[in-house]
């Protein structure tokens, strides 16, 4: 009969002690869940805003593309068209027309590394007047009593004074020769580098 009272409460123990130790593990994962609930959540990092490319551009100190100064390159004076017409050419010097648009990346490269060499421009500046002038121009051009307009042909349409000065040919950079009275010599279609448009300036001028 002890016996079995002893067995019974031996019994009793080991339900109270699994009981209790099931309530703990439970307590303590209510705990870690509560306690993950109610933690502040994770901030989550602001998108990054990609910086347009004309603010990189500005940022970088660097003039846009619809910005760039045709006008003014290698610090020599560089006529228009229309200037060119109306100068008094008491010097008897030849014309060199420089023939570009905004989007030709050539034209952007002579300017930068051909009309800056100090050789070329010494040369340049001795024998010719200097003319920009920019193929698609929209505004009409009065030169030599005509006015020209602008049409729609090639990439971004043309000015018709470019048209019949560059013989129909849409080519960009073209040098276009003038004498003294403005009678056109010839056209010199493609990029030069400092050395290959000096000879050929000598050469046309020993001709």
Request: with cysteine.
């Amino acid at each position: 009969m002890k016996k079995t009272l002893i067995y019974s409460i031996m019994g009793l123990l080991a339900v109270c002690l699994v009981t209790v130790s099931c309530n703990s593990d439970n307590t303590s994962a209510n705990a870690t869940a509560d306690a993950t609930k109610n933690a502040p959540a994770k901030a989550q990092p602001a998108p990054v805003k990609k910086a347009h490319p004309a603010a990189a551009t500005a940022k970088a100190g660097k003039k846009a593309p619809h910005d760039y100064d045709h006008m003014n390159v290698g610090g020599m004076k560089w006529l228009t068209m229309e200037e060119a017409s109306q100068i008094k050419n008491n010097d008897g010097k030849k014309f060199l027309v420089d023939v570009y648009t905004d989007w030709c990346g050539w034209c952007k490269v002579m300017d930068k590394n051909t009309f800056t060499d100090p050789a070329l421009k010494e040369y340049l500046q001795a024998n010719y007047h200097l003319v920009k002038f920019n193929a698609e121009q929209k505004d009409p051009i009065n030169f030599k009593g005509q006015t020209y307009e602008w049409m729609p042909a090639g990439r971004k349409g043309v000015n018709k004074l470019a048209l019949e000065i560059l013989g129909g040919r849409l080519s960009y950079p073209t040098l276009v020769y003038f004498d003294q009275n403005l009678q056109k010599i010839t056209a010199s279609p493609g990029y030069k580098k400092p050395d290959q448009l000096m000879n050929e300036l000598k050469t046309l001028d020993n001709s």
